[in-house]
């Protein structure tokens, strides 16, 4: 069936603007903006406005342009999200407290983690990652896992000094892994659950939450 050709100029420009930060961490300038999406200033101007506006964009003082969280928050509302929440956090208060740490849930986003649940430790010291965060996939354990080079893994935090983190992929229904489970373990005098216990109980975190999507275990896929 042929699409109608109805064109919507600002809706256009601003599509093009959001499609391009987002291979942007660093931002542009809006000079830049301009000449990679092959307008003027003059032409983009009035939609860089409404866009930082509503919370789509987010100047520096150095006015380079990055995306904002509005567009995170429209997906966190999507309902695999919130379905995969659902399923996960009571599984993931469980770990919490059974191993005195933290952990987390993140997904793939492009070629960024986002972090989409948290559940604090229980214990009086912990670790934790802010819901929303994005980090890169190279070089983190989470990353790895998640980029489904590995089912689990442990691994020194690449940023933060102390900090194992263990991580354990979460699989949907078709075996596919669709997000990572990580502790990110302290080891400290307030530490009071073996490391071994810490991965062992991950594990069959991210297998209880598997199962609770559908899968099956030996069901392995892309």
């Known amino acids: 069936m042929t699409q109608p050709g109805y064109a919507v100029p600002a809706l ?22 301009a000449e990679a999406t092959g307008r003027s200033v003059g032409q983009i101007f009035r939609v860089l406005v409404s866009l930082e506006r509503r919370g789509y964009l987010v100047r520096e003082r150095g006015g ?21 929440e659902a399923v996960a956090v009571p599984i993931m208060r469980e770990l919490a407290e059974g191993v ?26 912990g670790y934790r990652v802010r819901v929303g965060a ?29 900090i194992t983190d263990v991580v354990a992929a979460v699989r949907g229904a078709t075996g596919a892994t669709i997000a990572a489970l990580t502790v990110p ?14 991965v062992r109980q991950a594990r069959s975190a991210a297998r209880e939450i598997s199962q609770s999507l559908g899968w099956k275990p030996g069901v392995t896929g892309r």
Do not use: M
């Open 12 to 33: 256009d420009k601003a599509l093009d603007i959001l499609e391009l930060l987002a291979d942007e961490p660093g931002g542009l300038a809006q000079s830049e903006i």
């Open 64 to 84: 380079r342009y990055l995306l904002g969280t509005r567009l995170f928050d429209l997906a966190h509302r999507h309902a695999p999200v919130r379905g995969l």
């Open 100 to 125: 005195r740490q933290s952990c987390n849930l993140a997904v793939l986003e492009g070629d960024r983690v986002r972090v989409v649940a948290q559940v604090e430790s229980p214990a009086d010291f």
């Open 134 to 162: 994005l980090f890169d996939v190279a070089g983190t354990a989470t990353g790895e896992v998640l980029a489904g080079d590995r089912d689990e893994l442990e691994r020194a935090d690449a940023l933060q000094p102390g």
């Open 185 to 198: 373990y302290v080891s400290t005098s307030f530490s009071t659950v073996a490391h071994t216990q810490v």
